[in-house]
């Protein structure tokens, strides 16, 4: 049902805009009352204003639907699903081919994967989140990086209890499954965006202190 009425709503599509192109801001928006942004996120939010980028913070309980403004959007815990209203801005933000990063969480923690799984779909972008998990305390891994671009500087990755990711082009792997994986929308789905899965919140929210990690946050803004 979804999928359908966001087909009504995408009748006048954006025209395709290269990456970085028209928005020079990105947006974390968390729409779970597990975020505590204000506890939380500090790293994420410090690092963004140390390179000089704005950041929107919204932790309202609905998404904005009009992302234009955005180069970047970090699609964090929601405790709800999307309505075809946001699911459509989300569209039209791949369309212009931006990056969204969708964060979700060790499914004991939250169930949000579940949510994000159903945008996902919407969008015809073919990874998944997964129920199966991974369940350490902070650990870092310099191992597991597979040498994709979009892991490009970093030389070890921290993370903490995460889902896994199933499809996707790996680019933070564990040895029972994918930390951090890209994807593009499949052939329904806006062409042009890119869409980056992590499979855990203290990985890029400063839960495990990681300098590296919060470079890499910056870099998905700026490469």
């Known amino acids: 049902m979804l999928s359908i ?32 942004v204000g506890e939380r996120w500090v790293e994420f939010q410090e690092a963004h204003a140390n390179a000089g980028i704005e950041l929107d913070v919204v932790t309202t309980a609905r998404l904005p639907t009009d992302l234009s403004r955005y180069r970047t959007v970090w699609l964090g815990l929601a405790d709800f699903s999307f309505d075809a209203a946001e699911v459509a801005g989300l569209y039209d933000f791949l369309l212009r081919g931006r990056r969204l990063v969708m964060v979700s969480e060790y499914h004991n923690y939250s169930r949000s994967y579940r949510k994000h799984n159903e945008v996902l779909a919407a969008l015809h972008v073919p990874a998944r989140f997964q129920s199966r998990t991974v369940d350490p305390s902070c650990e870092t891994t310099s ?10 500087g970093l030389t070890d990755f921290d993370y903490a209890a995460s ?29 042009n965006g890119e869409v980056v899965l992590v499979g855990d919140a203290s990985a890029v929210n400063g839960d495990c202190e990681s300098i590296d990690n919060m470079d890499w946050v910056v870099r998905l803004a700026t490469d």
């Open 143 to 152: 191992d597991e990086l597979t040498g994709h671009r979009l892991g490009s």
């Open 163 to 191: 889902t896994l990711i199933v499809g996707g082009e790996p680019i933070v792997e564990h040895s029972q499954g994918v930390l951090v994986a890209f994807d593009r929308p499949g052939k329904k789905g806006p062409p």
């Open 5 to 36: 009425l966001l087909t009504m709503m995408l009748s006048a599509q954006a025209e395709p805009v290269p990456y970085g192109t028209r928005a020079d801001k990105v947006l974390l928006w968390c729409g779970s009352r597990m975020c505590a």
